[in-house]
Structures are given as structure tokens and as C-alpha cells.
């Protein structure tokens, strides 16, 4: 099955930019989304479509999708960005279509 | 206001069956996929289930199938999982989503928790 890969963490300082990455085979034959999930909340779409985001987030947070790598980055970073971000795709390519997560990004703003 | 709200959680025994409920509003809910998705305690999120707007079409992650059943009442605006044979591995919170563009899921409930155990 389809596997997408995140590093478990990423640091940041405020005002430096944080870049997220997600890892699959040919990923950029596929639309990815990206979730915020701060402690004990339920999660947010903040990109979807590869780089397009929902009404109410912020133009800090992009997205870019190509080859076997889409990033998540997120500019002049805020202390209020600390969260888990996960990436997601649909798997259309098997006789059992499904929805796979990365495994998550802590991201610390330092 | 576009809103979603799951129930139905609880404490039941390995082999035990629950039913989740998730009351949609704001939207019509008719004309949009939802899903299921769960968070094992200090884990990552999972997908559950999906199914389309007239229930036609269901899909299952490997993990639940034949044991969790996916559905949908668009009169009472309401999504389902009924979910039998619980093991401790399905402990988590279980949050209902809309499906949106490009199957992305683009409003979330606040989750309800299951807790599996003896």
C-alpha cells in the first residue's frame, strides 16, 4: 500500500521559515493536503490541492508538490504554530481506494 | 455555521460493539462524502472509512474490515459507525470529517472517544 513519509520533528526559531516535507513514490501525481493539530484539538485543513488553502488560513502557510516530495512551509513563523501537521493523499491505485496519512511533524518553535 | 458533532463513545469490553454517531449541520449534508478517522493515544491520524453521498460506495482501511460498518441517514443529516468486535487496538478518538476537493477533508468534528479494554 501506499506509504508517505514525514520527519517527526522540525525546529524552528520565530520569524524563520519552516519547511515540512512528505515522502512517496510519484507523489506529484497526487493531490496532498496538509492538517494542523494542536494538543487536544480536533485537526485543521490548512493546504489542499497541493498549494491551495481553505478561507481563514493565513498566506504564511504554502504548499508545492513535485517528483517524490511535497513540502509544507510555513513563512515568518509564529509561536502559535507549534502543532503536529500531517500530509494526506488518496491512494486511487489499487482495487481498494483509500486515504493515507504521514505519520506527523511536531513542529517547535524554538 | 458548518458544524459537526460525534457521540456515542465509551468503555467497552474487547468483543464488544459500539455505535458512533455524527450530527451534521450547516452544509447540506446530502451532497458530500464524509469519513471516519481515529487517533490512537500519542499517535498519528488514521482513516477509517469513507462513504459516498447516497451510500453506494464504502471504503474500509484493512484493520476494520468486516468488523466496522460505515452509513448514513441524509434525512436526519447524520453519519454512522457501527462497530463490532472491538479489540484494545482500536482504543482512540474518533473524529468524523466532510470530504471535500479532491478528497482532502475539510471540516472536522471535535472527535469522541473509545476506549477498548476489560
Known amino acids: 500500500s501506499y506509504v508517505l513519509t514525514q520527519p517527526p520533528s522540525v525546529s524552528v526559531a520565530p520569524g524563520q521559515t519552516a519547511r515540512i516535507t512528505c515522502g512517496g513514490n510519484?507523489?506529484?501525481?497526487?493531490?496532498v493536503h496538509w492538517y494542523q493539530q494542536k494538543p487536544g484539538q480536533a485537526p485543521v485543513l490548512v493546504v489542499y490541492?497541493?498549494?491551495d488553502r481553505p478561507s481563514g488560513i493565513p498566506e504564511r502557510f504554502s504548499g508545492s508538490n513535485s517528483g517524490n516530495t511535497a513540502t509544507l512551509t510555513i513563512s515568518r513563523v509564529e509561536a502559535g504554530d507549534e502543532a503536529d501537521y500531517y500530509c494526506?493523499?488518496?491512494?486511487?491505485?489499487?482495487?481498494?481506494?483509500?486515504?493515507?496519512f504521514g505519520g506527523g511533524t511536531k513542529l517547535t518553535v524554538l | 455555521e458548518v458544524q459537526l458533532v460525534e457521540s456515542g463513545g465509551g468503555l467497552v469490553q474487547p468483543g464488544g460493539s459500539l455505535r458512533l454517531s455524527c450530527a451534521a449541520s450547516?452544509?447540506?449534508?446530502?451532497?458530500?462524502?464524509m469519513s471516519w478517522v481515529r487517533q490512537a493515544p500519542g499517535k498519528g491520524l488514521e482513516w477509517v472509512a469513507n462513504?459516498?453521498?447516497?451510500?453506494?460506495?464504502?471504503y474500509y482501511v484493512d484493520s476494520v474490515k468486516g468488523r466496522f460498518t460505515i452509513s448514513r441517514d441524509n434525512a436526519k443529516n447524520s453519519l454512522y459507525l457501527q462497530m463490532n468486535s472491538l479489540r484494545a487496538e482500536d482504543t482512540a478518538v474518533y473524529y468524523c470529517?466532510?470530504?471535500?476537493?479532491?478528497?482532502?477533508?475539510?471540516?472536522w468534528g471535535q472527535g469522541t472517544t473509545v476506549t477498548v479494554s476489560s
Open positions: 470529517a466532510r470530504v471535500g476537493y479532491d478528497i482532502c477533508m475539510d471540516v
Open positions: 450547516g452544509f447540506t449534508f446530502s451532497s458530500y462524502w
Open positions: 462513504i459516498k453521498q447516497d451510500g453506494s460506495e464504502k
Open positions: 510519484n507523489i506529484g501525481s497526487k493531490s
Open positions: 490541492d497541493d498549494s
Open positions: 494526506q493523499v488518496w491512494d486511487s491505485s489499487s482495487d481498494h481506494p483509500h486515504v493515507v
